[in-house]
């Protein structure tokens, strides 16, 4: 059992270590994934202002609003550039490498999505400091489970990011399936806008969309000290529990495709 166990982990933790090291020797990629989310959140937030009106949470301006959804859209940005990686180890030979040698193939994709969303939840981590500077008040309980909570969603997202990426020949097509799918997963998921008051077939999609359970649970852990957030698709519990749910069907699909040559795989 322990045998079975450093089989896993170790190689596991090497490829996340490379990944993380990889990620912050490219600074672009860093502002990249950070910034982005940064200037629309401020752009966004800014414009509407105080023109925004939400039923059951009379005086909070789009900024607060916006504020959970911006932390999962710096989390999908990290997750989109750190995936990025696979593709390019795979041109290089060193996905084959790993592939073939005597580990298994859930301890790959382990490594590359547990590297890929701590970086994404380090840099929500650290855009989670603002959150005092548009009212929403903090705790140490609030902040351990918004961070929980970022982590499963990180997890979710760079698993999908993985199961793409080893089905994608070019960075450039990977790029473009990424915005095509994770966008529009982003903004439908109450992080843009309230499933409250859309249209019935909107407001259907929204609530079906497993992302959307991550910004639910994330505006939950935030006003953990204040009354329950009505704007809400769910309660957390449950909220938690479908981000976990979508957490382990991507890691589970991205563990699938991740098969060796001998049976035919991309990689």
Not at 18 to 47: C, D, N, Y
Not at 128 to 135: H, K
Not at 137 to 163: C, D, F, N
């Amino acid at each position: 059992m322990i045998g079975v166990q450093s089989n896993l982990w170790l190689p596991a933790a090497s490829l996340g270590r490379r990944e993380i090291v990889r990620f912050l020797r490219q600074r672009s990629r860093i502002v990249g994934a950070l910034g982005t989310p940064v200037v629309f959140w401020l752009l966004i937030g800014g414009g509407l202002g105080t023109s925004f009106h939400l039923p059951g949470a009379e005086g909070m301006n789009y900024l607060e609003y916006f504020f959970p959804g911006t932390l999962l859209l710096i989390v999908l940005f990290t997750a989109i550039f750190a995936t990025f990686s696979t593709i390019e180890d795979r041109r290089e030979g060193f996905l084959q490498s790993v592939i073939v040698a005597p580990v298994p193939r859930a301890a790959v994709v382990l490594g590359k999505v547990l590297g890929g969303a701590t970086l994404a939840t380090g840099q929500a981590a650290v855009f989670l400091c603002f959150a005092p500077a548009v009212g929403i008040s903090l705790t140490l309980l609030s902040v351990a489970l918004t961070v929980g909570v970022l982590a499963l969603a990180a997890i979710g997202l760079t698993g999908l990011g993985m199961a793409f990426a080893l089905r994608m020949e070019s960075t450039q097509g990977f790029h473009a399936v990424m915005m095509l799918v994770l966008m529009p997963l982003w903004l439908l998921s109450g992080a843009f806008f309230p499933a409250e008051g859309v249209a019935p077939w909107l407001e259907g999609v929204i609530r079906a969309n497993p992302v959307s359970y991550a910004v639910s649970a994330l505006t939950h852990a935030l006003y953990l000290d204040a009354p329950a957030a009505p704007w809400t698709i769910a309660d957390f519990a449950p909220s938690v529990a479908v981000a976990a749910g979508f957490a382990a069907a991507t890691f589970a699909a991205a563990t699938l495709l991740a098969r060796g040559p001998s049976q035919g795989d991309l990689l």
